[in-house]
């Protein structure tokens, strides 16, 4: 709780600081042609639609994603201030701008051309038999058929376990394997030319063959996965076993070898998905190895893209950009070194980004508001009439012992082992960075967890709510407008920023993150009626969802998106009631007046629109169904709103409007 201690003075401070405030709402976003309680989104956003149109390099472009690029550029100024000089070996600036730079010069990288993976592939193509696989596999870093990561164990969330997951096929989603509708038979088309170019551009001669091979064996790993849906039961993916149960359930490896040739050792870990690890092991016990070896191969190649040829680079871009995406040119080559920087040196780019666009004033707002939604949180988790007292109690117990980080880590991470040579090719020190973070994350193995560590750097536009440390995170870079606007009042910073807290603290809540206990620990705290009626209430979410037509015979997954479904709809809920508590208790009469003929409750539901604007490509919009829970931002707004009782109120929508639902067809949860 030491966190709130400035409270007190703070809200003297704003009450002092409201003579300056301005609504925040920009009345270019609206589009008043249309009906707002016809189509809100339309309405609310529909003028920044018009004037952001969604640039070539994007497949989705919306207010969230200009602020990302608006953070880009402020963390590519910072960088390339350092890539312009020279620094120590050895420095953070070093590591920094020289990284940067070996990025940026396309000259030598396309004068190197593929070379530098050649070592890796020799080094599979050298496999005799089966009985090296298991070495091969444990010291890759370049390729695997299934991915290990160090993490929280779920059932003791004070101590760190290796934990196992699906993984093997390039195209990511299983879906894309599996369906059978005519744009996922084009896909699959387009994917195997695409391997085709990428084994011509190594210089094999059998890309034809070789793609056969390789969605054969992407498609067997696919069957054996869990779907999305499935993926976002805890229980079911939690499976904690000694390494030598795991040798008999996965005899095909030599998983001491494997271990070995990781450079770890442990007694146990949790197998995610272990009919799809079983799999893994009778593929390698069936297949012939040569295919294996392809499978592998490919694998390296595919990772490889973005740090070799431009020639490669572009045909990666062809499919998974075009192809998947829609997109119709790639991102200029700045923003792709700052990414990369920001993925290797994001903690060390984040203290730069932070002393200069993070104000401390800004780090005390935040946590005034996040204090009044963890107290509307609680009252309205009090007031429940279909939860018992008993329930009610660990709730809020939970609810009391959040962590609460914002803007940026109180310790910063340690970059001294990181080697960047710019003598070596580009793609050789991202394997350095690579080789640099997996021992990063293995040095935590069957260590205490590190509450302290952060989950994102502080320039990402995001959040995240972690249910292992039962923690909520909101870095610097998503505490800008149209998130969080210091010089704007109440009703927008509630409607924007605040249902994003809202939104990280209901994950908390949500059907998953509800399974975890105070501590962070997969640990039922529910009555079996309490849950029940829980399900019963998730279940109209789900379904209302279901009944969405997202493009011509494609409709919303209600089950897969259903986690932040419920949290858009918990952040509306709790913030919108900790915005009337924040009015009432300042008693701000001149509040009520019409500022640009809106009300504050109006202009609340418009931040919050405000915040999901954005233009988005058919096949985006096609690819995001299948592979993000998140809802698109269309259905953020319409999908959301006519959930919230306060939203009818405040713009007066009636039985007549096409978003009218019926009090007993809406969701009742938190």
């Given amino acids: 709780m030491k966190h709130f201690i400035y409270l007190v003075a703070l809200v003297a401070m704003m009450t002092a600081c409201n003579k300056t405030q301005t609504t925040g709402i920009v009345l270019d976003n609206l589009d008043t042609t249309a009906v707002a309680q016809n189509d809100f989104y339309q309405y609310a956003c529909g003028g920044w639609m018009k004037n952001n149109p969604l640039?070539?390099?994007?497949?989705?472009?919306?207010s969230f994603d200009k602020l990302g690029l608006n953070n880009l550029e402020q963390v590519n100024g910072l960088i390339t201030s350092l890539a312009e000089t020279k620094h120590e070996r050895g420095s953070v600036a070093q590591k920094i701008g020289d990284l940067y730079n070996l990025s940026m010069d396309s000259t030598r990288r396309n004068e190197i051309g593929v070379q530098p993976v050649f070592p890796t592939l020799e080094k599979i193509q050298a496999v005799r038999d089966r009985s090296e696989l298991s070495a091969l596999l444990g010291g890759a870093m370049e390729f695997g058929l299934f991915a290990l990561y160090v993490d929280a164990d779920a059932a003791n969330s004070s101590m760190n376990i290796l934990n196992e997951y699906q993984a093997g096929y390039a195209l990511g989603e299983r879906e894309y394997y599996l369906e059978n509708d005519e744009h996922t038979k084009s896909i699959r088309e387009a994917y195997v030319k695409h391997i085709e170019r990428v084994f011509e551009i190594f210089g094999y001669i059998d890309g034809a063959e070789s793609a056969k091979v390789i969605l054969r064996l992407e498609t067997r790993l696919a069957k054996a996965a869990l779907s999305n849906v499935e993926l976002r039961d805890p229980v079911r993916n939690y499976n904690k076993m000694s390494v030598a149960h795991l040798q008999q359930l996965v005899p095909q490896i030599d998983w001491k070898v494997y271990m070995d040739a990781m450079q770890i050792s442990t007694d146990s870990l949790s197998v995610g998905q272990i009919a799809h690890l079983q799999e893994v092991g009778k593929m390698l016990a069936d297949e012939p190895l040569e295919d294996i070896k392809v499978l592998l191969m490919w694998q390296v190649m595919d990772g490889a893209a973005d740090y070799l040829s431009d020639e490669l680079y572009m045909a990666n871009f062809d499919f998974y950009g075009r192809v998947l995406s829609g997109r119709e040119e790639p991102s200029p080559r700045w923003k792709r070194a700052v990414h990369v920087v920001n993925g290797v040196l994001g903690e060390a780019v984040g203290?730069?980004?932070?002393?200069?666009?993070?104000?401390?004033?800004?780090?005390?707002?935040?946590?005034?508001?996040?204090?009044?939604?963890?107290?509307?949180?609680?009252?309205?988790?009090?007031?429940?009439?279909?939860?018992?007292?008993?329930?009610?109690?660990k709730a809020l117990e939970k609810l009391a012992v959040f962590t609460i980080k914002i803007g940026y880590p109180d310790k910063w991470r340690d970059y001294t082992d990181l080697d960047?040579?710019?003598?070596?090719?580009?793609?050789?020190?991202?394997?350095?960075?690579?080789?640099?973070?997996?021992?990063?994350?293995?040095?935590?193995?069957?260590?205490?967890?590190?509450?302290?560590?952060?989950?994102?750097?502080?320039?990402?536009?995001?959040?995240?709510?972690?249910?292992?440390?039962?923690?909520?995170?909101?870095?610097?870079?998503?505490?800008?407008?149209?998130?969080?606007?210091?010089?704007?009042?109440?009703?927008?910073?509630?409607?924007?920023?605040g249902v994003v807290i809202g939104h990280e603290m209901t994950h908390g809540f949500d059907d998953q993150g509800c399974q975890f206990d105070k501590d962070g620990n997969l640990n039922n705290w529910w009555t079996a009626e309490d849950k029940a009626a829980f399900d019963a209430r998730t279940k109209v979410m789900e379904e209302y969802f279901n009944g969405i037509e997202v493009a011509p015979g494609v409709h919303a997954n209600g089950a897969f998106t259903l986690g932040e479904n419920i949290a858009d709809h918990g952040g509306l809920q709790i913030s919108f009631q900790a915005f009337q508590n924040n009015e009432k208790s300042k008693a701000e009469s001149k509040r009520l007046v019409m500022v640009d003929g809106l009300t504050p409750e109006q202009r609340f539901f418009l931040a919050y629109a405000n915040v999901w604007a954005g233009n988005i490509r058919p096949e985006e919009i096609l690819q995001r169904t299948k592979s993000d829970p998140h809802s698109l931002g269309r259905w953020r707004v319409n999908g959301a709103l006519p959930h919230i009782g306060a939203w009818y109120e405040a713009w007066g929508v009636t039985e007549e409007s096409p978003m009218y639902l019926a009090p007993d067809k809406r969701v009742h949860i938190w």
Avoid: H
Wanted: aromatic share 16%; hydrophobic share 40%; proline share 6%.
């Fill in 420 to 497: 960047i040579d710019p003598t070596l090719s580009y793609y050789e020190n991202i394997q350095r960075a690579v080789k640099f973070e997996q021992a990063y994350s293995l040095s935590f193995l069957d260590q205490p967890v590190d509450k302290d560590k952060w989950y994102m750097t502080p320039q990402t536009v995001n959040a995240y709510y972690n249910p292992s440390t039962n923690e909520i995170c909101f870095p610097a870079g998503i505490l800008q407008y149209p998130f969080f606007d210091m010089s704007a009042d109440d009703a927008f910073n509630y409607g924007a920023i």
């Fill in 55 to 62: 640039p070539a390099e994007y497949s989705r472009f919306g």
């Fill in 351 to 393: 203290q730069m980004y932070v002393k200069k666009y993070f104000p401390e004033e800004n780090k005390q707002r935040m946590l005034a508001l996040v204090k009044n939604l963890q107290a509307s949180l609680g009252e309205r988790i009090a007031a429940l009439d279909w939860m018992s007292d008993a329930t009610k109690a």
